[in-house]
């Protein structure tokens, strides 16, 4: 009689719990070929990678593939990016926030699963009515109070940078996309460059050998 199989000797192993779960609140969700709304109102797409279904087969890797590299906005900088073999994600450095200063790297046929999601980013917005804003108002009861050309500038300046800056946030938002593998996940935020995010959303399922999906 055959021993029996022990689970976590099994190669590929078992998919971490977090691989099968909302990225917002962990509720239990399905890989899906489109986008799905989680009880806790998050709209996200899952994907399956090669670790959990193995009737996906990524292609061969080519060395002449382009390497994208994405982005994300913040205090501490960080970037994603798409190289032959792998997707990598890491940090910048804290000064230009140009050079790669740590990198993590999963193999597109070691993954399990793949989300991807936006989301306006409110804490930024509430940073923006709290400072922006306020001055401008107070340039405009100042300008009202006396119509002086250098505080009509000022004020000018102001309301564009504040509606500037809102529009881009709710307009752009932050994509995120979370790369779950066997010894690790990888969560890579990419809103810079714009041109790029498309780009780098549609590689990203291709190397994993996935069928195109929507951009979210």
Same mark, same amino acid.
């Given at each position: 009689m055959n021993a029996p199989v022990d689970a976590s000797q099994a190669w590929p192993p078992l998919p971490p719990p977090h691989a099968l779960q909302c990225p917002r609140c962990g509720a239990a969700a399905h890989p899906a070929g489109s986008l799905q709304t989680c009880r806790c109102g998050l709209r996200f797409a899952l994907f399956a990678?090669?670790?959990l279904d193995r009737s996906i087969a990524p292609p061969p890797p080519d060395p002449e593939a382009e390497t994208i590299v994405v982005r994300g906005s913040g205090m501490l900088r960080?970037?994603?990016?798409?190289e032959p073999d792998a997707v990598v994600e890491g940090a910048l450095?804290? *000064?230009?926030?140009?050079?790669?200063?740590?990198a993590s790297r999963i193999a597109y046929?070691?993954?399990y699963t793949i989300a991807v999601w936006k989301?306006?980013?409110w804490r930024t917005v509430a940073a923006i009515l709290l400072v922006p804003f306020p001055f401008t108002l107070i340039l405009a009861a100042a300008y009202r109070s006396d119509p002086m050309l250098g505080?009509?500038?000022?004020l000018v300046a102001m309301a564009v940078l504040t509606l500037g800056s809102l529009a881009s946030l709710f307009l752009a938002q932050r994509h995120h996309v979370r790369v779950v593998g066997a010894r690790q996940t990888l969560h890579i935020r990419f809103d810079r460059p714009? *041109?790029?995010r498309h780009r780098f959303h549609d590689e990203l399922l291709r190397r994993c050998g996935l069928p195109p999906s929507p951009f979210p």
């Open positions: 990678g090669a670790f960080r970037y994603g990016k798409l450095d804290p *000064v230009v926030a140009w050079f790669p200063m740590t046929r070691a993954i989301q306006v980013p505080v009509l500038v000022l714009l *041109v790029r």
